[in-house]
């Protein structure tokens, strides 16, 4: 069993910046996949970042790519999304997740491929 706690959420101007964490329990393996998906209201879950354990290679959604990093500290089992030059429409429930080799395979933006999830943590951006 594996349970995500996720923080570092909030609000900020546009062209802001903040940090997202998000704490693993449990066992980790290395063929796992660690990422952030986000959701709007009225919306569906959407994939933002991840990465594969096995080979540390980070995967971003088009509309991220350049603005967010995701980084992994595998011995504190934490999963970090620095997030730059923040824009309106990134405003959401910010999910960190955890999916397994054989199930997410090459899909990794597909949320519905990933076993664990968080609570969640906010994100708001105003202009």
């Known amino acids: 069993q594996v349970q995500l706690v996720e923080s570092g959420g909030g609000s900020v101007q546009t062209g802001g910046s903040l940090k997202l964490s998000c704490v693993a329990s449990g066992s980790l393996l290395n063929d796992d996949w660690m990422g952030w998906f986000r959701q709007s209201p009225g919306k569906e879950r959407e994939a933002v970042a991840a990465i594969y354990s096995g080979t540390r290679r980070p995967y971003y959604a088009d509309s991220v790519m350049g603005r967010f990093t995701i980084s992994e500290e595998r011995d504190k089992k934490t999963l970090l999304l620095v997030m730059n030059n923040l824009k309106f429409e990134d405003t959401a429930i910010y999910y960190c997740?955890?999916?397994?080799?054989?199930?997410?395979?090459?899909?990794?933006?597909?949320?519905?491929?990933?076993?664990?999830w968080g609570q969640g943590t906010r994100v708001t951006v105003s202009s």
């Open positions: 997740g955890r999916g397994r080799w054989p199930r997410v395979g090459g899909y990794w933006y597909q949320s519905d491929r990933w076993d664990y």
